[in-house]
């Protein structure tokens, strides 16, 4: 039939165009059949893989928290086309629970006959396994898998190398920021934020003491933003080292970095000397530093600071200018009287409105 | 001499034809990689205890006017975004009803003195407020300017590095600025990040979020749901991945707010502003010799209303095809331009001679053809032949964006939603495309006529 039809239209189609579309035609035809058996296809697929997570997932949550529960509970066959939902079942339960419950979820785990060795998806070169063998190491604390987790610390792909420094973190904390930190300073693809939440995993005291080793003597890209890390993580040590750092601060990073983290009382005498810096940033930051520990000797300063041309700076300055003790009402009309600048005077009457209204 | 001028316009109308569509499979292909690829890397990220990335701020900007019975269900939705530090800034752009005072209403406005940098030029603000309830959120009480004047004069006031523009109509997905602004994150030469829009007619929605997405019942929105698979998944997630994407849905896009700035804001005297951005983004950049990305995330990050009615599709494709017009001849530097790269040479004559084009030479075929055959210079059976090989290649598009679809986000789980989709793939070319055409014309001459610009809500009965 279709034959009939194919030769009939070929032999009307008498002109060139005609069998050229005819052909083209005919094979958009035959990729529209291909095409809907393709989806077809894949929806089937798609059923049958979720019906299949779902199963195993009931199966396991069920398993793993009647072992949580410290409950008889028969333990299910482990298939191993499943391995990879009970990894991820396991992953997920240890997000949720904390201490001894940690600990009984591991034991659980160990007592699984799991067919595929955690170290043979370890060395694979699928991405998706390895990232698997790394989270359910690091959260089984095995450290029998030190060494191939440490070799996975200097690999291409960020995703894999952080999930081998937290893995590292969370099987051994104290050793693992002496080998986690000397990498942070070379791997410029590693999301600092990143970095700073799997540091804080190892605890602020054993990172800060490593960081403070390192700070003095790198390069100002690399201190800038291990100051910033010492200031995500509240390193207490961080705000002395930082005033020391600024009073000899040759970049302009290095130097609004520390004016920005510190708490230090003494960071006020070099944060004076900042406020016509040519960086605007830098001044911003000189700004905050005299908002906080600045006195009434500061206000020119900060009243010169919001004449600036930047806004930020202006901001900055008008915030600090208010909230600085002895400043009220009649101080800053006053002020506003004698201001003859009209930005000035806007992001005054900003700054007051704001610190009204967090007050 | 007839014959000859019917022969060529055969020719010119069958390789118009499968240029077009050869083109459009190839952009297929590169989606196919691009989607796989993506769709791996977002697995990866939603494996516990990977990607905690913190997020940069955000300011989100919803131009509103005559917005009085969406603005209070937009603005608690986007409070409730899963996003570390964002702020929301709502610009009422003379509205003549009663927008700004259901604000102040329930969000308990005041007046605040905010000292912005008035870094772009727009019309006169009238007031700037403050909520008293809900520290990060403001409004802009302005003159009417238009869409793109309504953003700029948001850009001036907000604080953050990047900004968010989203209409008040929208439906967003909690995770929704999140999956946009990762590409920021992940390549600091971004500037400008969009995600896939999509039909939310017939589907599930609690307090501006969508809860469980369905097919429509109603044909009309059916249709442009594969439409929009197609426009989506293969037409800009390809360009993406050159990146020489030319348009980010105004709908819901992130862009760096220097950037922005530095090239001026958006135009307000475009109807077609989120495509003109973009455009004016590349050439730029480009002509600056500045390395940059403009980014496509394929998630479904934002859900929107398609008109139900022919009037309200009309309206609405007329206003695309005026934007598309404008925005190519306001950037016509672009075309062949060697210093612009891959958007000269293949994205920009793309988009003029089968998107700009495209309607006209389609009338011109299909009346050709249709006189030709008419007055029996066509033989009959290439008058069919060649009808029904438009209607297999349109098919074959809409199939491939059906399999894009299958392999990525499969959105739509039933499977009697599935053989829905099918036969609209099918179905939307026998008379929806050619409406389009029809459409598109329209506004083609509304632009070389320079009929008046409105900024208008489509009909979405």
Redesign the interface.
Known sequence: MSKMVFD??LA????S??Y???Y??GV??L??CL??V??IL??IN??YRQRRKRAAQQLWRKYFCYRLLNEYCVQPEVRTRDIYFIL?EY??L??LVKGKDLERLRASFYELDIPVSLYSLLHSRD??KK??AL?TL??LQDKTAWGGIIKCLEEDQP?IS??AA?ALVLIDAEKAVNEVIPVLLHRKDW?W??V??ILKLAGPRVVCRKLFELIQGIEAGSQASLLRMYNVLRCEEAYPVSTKILATATDDKVASVCLNISRDPNVIHLARDYVRHSRWHVRMNAAVAIGRFGDETDIPLLVGLLKDSQ?WV??RAALALVSMPGVDRVFIQSLRANLDDA?AD??L??AI?EVA?DK | MINDFF?FA??LF?LYF?GL?CAYLLLCVLSIFTVSRYM?EK???D????????MPPVSIIIPAHNEQGNIIQAVKALMQIEYPVFEIIVVNDGSTDQTLSVLAEHFKLEK??????RRLKTAPVTAIY?S?TY?ALKVIDKQNGGKGDSVNAAVNISRYPLVCVVDADSILQRDSLRRVVQPF?FDSRTVASGGTVRIVNGSDIKDGYLLNPKVPTRILPLIQVVEYLRAFLFGRLGWSSLNALLIISGAFGVFHKETLVSIGGFHTDTIGEDMEIIVRMHRMLRLQKKDYRITFVPDPVCWTMAPETLAGLAHQRIRWQRGLCESLFMNLSLLFNPRAGIVGMLAFPFMLIFEWAGPLVELFGFLAIGLGFYFGYI????FV??I??SI??G??LS??A??LE??SF?MYQR?RE?LKL?LVAILENLGYRQLNTVFRLIGFSRWLFGAERKWVSPDRT
């Open positions: 009939s239209l009307s189609s008498t002109s165009v005609g050229f579309a005819l083209a035609g958009a035809l990729l529209v095409l809907t393709q989806v894949l929806r798609l059923i991820e992953d997920y240890f997000g991405v998706q990232l698997y989270i690091g959260n995703v952080l999930s937290r999301p934020a990143n700073a939440h806004w202006r901001y930005y806007d992001i009457v900003q409105k209204y | 022969m055969e020719w069958t499968v569509n791996k697995s990866l990220m494996i516990p205890g990977v990607g905690n990335e913190i605040f003195p905010e000292a912005y940098r403050k008293v520290a994150i033989d009959p059976a290439i032949l060649l029904s090989v297999v290649f098919m074959l199939l491939t059906l399999l299958e392999v499969h499977p599935l099918f």
